[in-house]
């Protein structure tokens, strides 16, 4: 029995002429699932030897007085707080009443909430101790204690927040400092994370950053995923989550839910014995978990989330399509509204989440299966100024001003989760984009935390003749009204990463797309990872599910864009040398053909995550206008220059070729939002013209690919359907997606044919960009091909006979052909 004083109200009353008995101040009673026999002529003052007690009946404790000895034992299963009446009387009938306080289990005490730290050292020191900020970063200040194991550990009293923190091995006069190996989280000083080799290893003496302990608030009870097993054959899920009680006693209720709609079991009777689900007959699609538990104060945990997918699908075989909000379709004008912006298209034009939400089914057509949404995060009002001498809005969603607001040009919060939950039930991932270099100066965390923030040095200004984008990327502000994170402030950190999973959770996306990666510290990303792992994939309890992030390192360096990928960092980036290797090979030819070949084989062997491969984004011009045009700059005399579309075949048939290319090879493929029709634009913001701006005014009836290739027609048309095409084909055939293969033909710079095979899936592209027909005959087991069968040309339906290790193929100037064994 464990018992604590606990002060209650002494109620006394006189009799025979004196005072009657009075309680003391009795004592909190903690059961431990056993009975408990208390003497209560301990707890009086008062009174002579013959005095009465009793105590009040309860239902969740069984009440037994026996003279002055009085057993406490509690119902099975029983957890929570209860409170009993007692009393006492003398044999005149005066006396008095106590209150009882009992609970079912040990409370917490606050001064545990701590966690303790254990180290075990990497030399055979004399001492160890820990430094940090909370003593100031002196190594002698907190020593460890040696638990005789080869362990140290220490239990630091800290408020809740953030702490940087190293080990110190002492042996003799030397020491040796070290960042805690089993720590997931990390904090880096300001700009020291910048190099490709940047590695995070915790060995003696190596300059790596710090760890980062997180102390919670004390009080809720907490929850822990132990074990996920999702059987994607059979469709069914077991999660098991563990609960324990913080410092406002016992956990007294539960909650359980699948898919937003309750679920019962045995948490219901006993809150306090955790979760154990086992689920079946799920179907192919996604599913949520969510628990939460409230203890007898009426404190409740933080939610245990749990998503999983049970269809089969993999990330590198989808499709991602970047839905720009604003620019995609006009679903509720009575939203429209403008911020004042002077720049042509560099203000809100009317795209919504309605509007989006409506377009599903024409992307579902296509064959996307990625949803890249643009930040739905709140942005600042007004125009600011910017390129060309003009005023813009934040339409791209880049400006953010509020951490959890949806912005209300695009909807509502109801909106938001509905458009993903729309696109859930096609079987499409959502990722959005993660804006954690900068926010906008109205942001709060800027007015409320100035201390967050780098000094002002504007990226596009020059020292020593080199970029500050480049020079100092993790410290320079975007433009004098987007001031930039500090990622060695602590707090900072962690906030942005709490953000990130606060929208991941509550909005239930798939995946981030990271903008502006090399502009931030490395701990950004790593303890993104963390977080993603621990909240969401719940990897230590076996859990499966891939969270895809995906980052933008706007850089030409394989090494660069490396250095940001790997299993504590993104799962991917974008491969920007491939896609400025993509607009040598189709566009200026200044390159062969082969060469888009070798730069994607470069990035197979260069880069260790999933990338995503592309021929245009919202931050270049439009491939088409590229074709057409060149590169001719966005300002036009103080104007914002818009190109047209382009009325030659040439550059329709280039971006063919392209997207040929790129439906045919490793990587998951990104369509910017109106390049699967050949939309033109010069640079930002040209680049991001409406897409029903190339559709007569409106996207009114386009539920399909047939029904915006009816309303663009023409070279447009044909383009949507070649990409509709190559994205039903990379459906169809893993060899397209996942295979490998070996070239197959090669004229030295205009023609080039490769190989894909998986398993028993094969294929044969062949990339024609010259202005003249080409009879092709070769063999077909040299390249691991079958000697015989028929080969059907996915964008033609043109077939072709292989026998006795030989077939011809045709291919007219400016084409291609993908042909798949039958």
Not at 216 to 239: F, H, K, M, Q, Y
Not at 709 to 727: E, Y
Request: charged letters at 20%.
């Amino acid at each position: 029995m464990k018992l604590w004083m606990t002060p209650v109200l002494v109620a006394l009353s006189g009799c025979c002429g004196g005072a009657g008995p009075g309680w003391l101040d009795t004592e909190t009673v903690v059961l431990d699932g056993e009975s408990v026999q208390i003497d209560l002529s301990l707890w009086v003052l008062g009174g002579d030897d013959d005095l009465i007690f009793t105590a009040s009946t309860d239902p969740d404790v069984i009440t037994e007085v026996d003279g002055s000895l009085l057993t406490l034992t509690p119902q099975p299963g029983w957890q929570g707080e209860t409170f009993l009446e007692l009393t006492v009387e003398d044999p005149c009938g005066a006396g008095a009443s106590a209150a009882l306080e009992v609970l079912s289990d040990e409370p917490t005490d606050p001064s545990d909430c701590t966690p303790e730290l254990t180290y075990t050292p990497a030399s055979n020191p004399d001492n160890v101790t820990i430094a940090g900020p909370f003593n100031d970063w002196d190594a002698d200040a907190n020593p460890l204690t040696d638990n005789g194991d080869g362990t140290w550990s220490v239990a630091l009293d800290l408020e809740p927040g953030s702490y940087p923190y190293k080990f110190v091995e002492h042996s003799g006069s030397q020491e040796q400092w070290t960042c805690d190996p089993t720590e997931d989280r990390i904090q880096c000083d300001a700009g020291t994370t910048q190099a490709t080799d940047w590695d995070h290893s915790c060995g003696l003496g190596v300059e790596s950053c710090n760890s980062l302990l997180v102390v919670e608030p004390c009080g809720p009870p907490t929850l822990a995923v132990t074990s996920v097993d999702i059987d994607r054959v059979a469709n069914t899920a077991s999660v098991e989550v563990s609960a324990t009680p913080g410092s406002g006693g016992a956990i007294t209720s539960a909650s359980a839910t699948l898919d937003g709609a309750p679920l019962s079991g045995p948490w219901t009777d006993d809150p306090a014995a955790g979760f154990s689900v086992d689920l079946s007959g799920l179907g192919d699609a996604r599913h949520t978990l969510r628990f939460t538990v409230t203890d007898a104060d009426g404190n409740t945990s933080e939610e245990a989330y749990v998503p999983f997918w049970t269809d089969e699908t993999d990330w590198q075989t989808g499709v991602m399509y970047f839905a720009f909000i604003d620019r995609m379709k006009n679903g509720n004008t009575s939203i429209d509204t403008s911020e004042g912006a002077t720049a042509t298209g560099g203000g809100y034009e009317g795209g919504d989440i309605q509007g989006l939400t409506e377009m599903l089914p024409y992307l579902d057509d296509l064959g996307v299966t990625v949803l890249w949404l643009s930040n739905a995060q709140d942005n600042t009002e007004s125009a600011w100024a910017g390129d060309c001498g003009l005023t813009y809005a934040g339409y791209h969603a880049y400006w953010p001003s509020d951490p959890y607001g949806v912005e209300e040009h695009f909807g509502t919060e109801a909106e938001l989760k509905a458009l993903i939950d729309a696109a859930h039930d096609r079987g499409m991932r959502v990722v959005m984009d993660w804006v954690a270099n900068h926010v906008h100066e109205n942001h709060p965390y800027y007015t409320d935390h100035p201390e967050w923030f780098n000094d002002y040095a504007r990226c596009t200004d020059s020292v020593d003749g080199q970029l500050n984008f480049d020079r100092i990327p993790e410290t320079c502000w975007f433009a004098p009204y987007l001031p930039d994170i500090d990622y060695s402030h602590p707090d900072a950190l962690t906030t942005m990463v709490d953000d990130a999973m606060w929208w991941a959770t509550t909005y239930e996306l798939d995946g981030f797309r990271a903008d502006a990666v090399k502009h931030m510290s490395q701990a950004v990303n790593w303890n993104l990872s963390s977080a993603i792992h621990e909240r969401i994939e719940h990897t230590d309890a076996g859990g499966d599910e891939d969270f895809y992030t995906v980052g933008e390192t706007f850089d030409g360096s394989h090494d660069r864009i490396e250095a940001y990928v790997g299993p504590n960092q993104l799962d991917g980036q974008f491969d920007f040398p491939l896609y400025f290797t993509l607009r040598s090979a189709f566009i200026s030819d200044s390159t062969s053909v082969k060469s888009a070949v070798d730069s994607k084989a470069n990035s197979d062997v260069q880069f260790s995550g999933l990338m995503s491969t592309f021929l245009g984004n919202h931050d270049v011009l439009r491939f088409v206008t590229d074709a057409a045009e060149g590169n001719v700059g966005s300002c036009d005399n103080g104007a914002i220059r818009v190109a047209g579309a382009p009325t030659d075949a040439w550059a329709y048939d280039r971006i063919k070729l392209a997207w040929t290319f790129l439906f045919t090879n490793t990587g998951v493929p990104l369509i910017y939002y109106g390049d699967e029709l050949g939309m033109p634009g010069h640079g930002d913001p040209d680049n991001r013209q409406p897409l029903w701006d190339h559709t007569g005014g409106n996207l009114d009836g386009v539920t399909s690919v047939d029904t915006l290739a009816a309303k663009v027609g023409g070279l447009q048309a044909s383009v949507l359907r070649h990409v509709q095409a190559l994205s039903q084909a990379r459906a169809a055939h893993p060899a397209l997606s996942i295979g490998s293969g070996v070239q197959w033909w090669d004229d030295g710079w205009d023609l080039h044919a490769y190989t894909r095979s998986s398993g028993s899936d094969h294929a044969i592209v062949i990339l024609n960009r010259s202005g003249q027909s080409h009879t092709l005959t070769n063999g077909l087991d040299f390249a691991g091909l079958p000697t015989s069968g028929t080969w059907r040309d996915v964008l033609t339906g043109e077939t072709f006979v292989a026998a006795n290790d030989s077939i011809t193929i045709g291919v007219a100037p400016s084409t291609s052909r993908v042909l798949v064994l039958e």
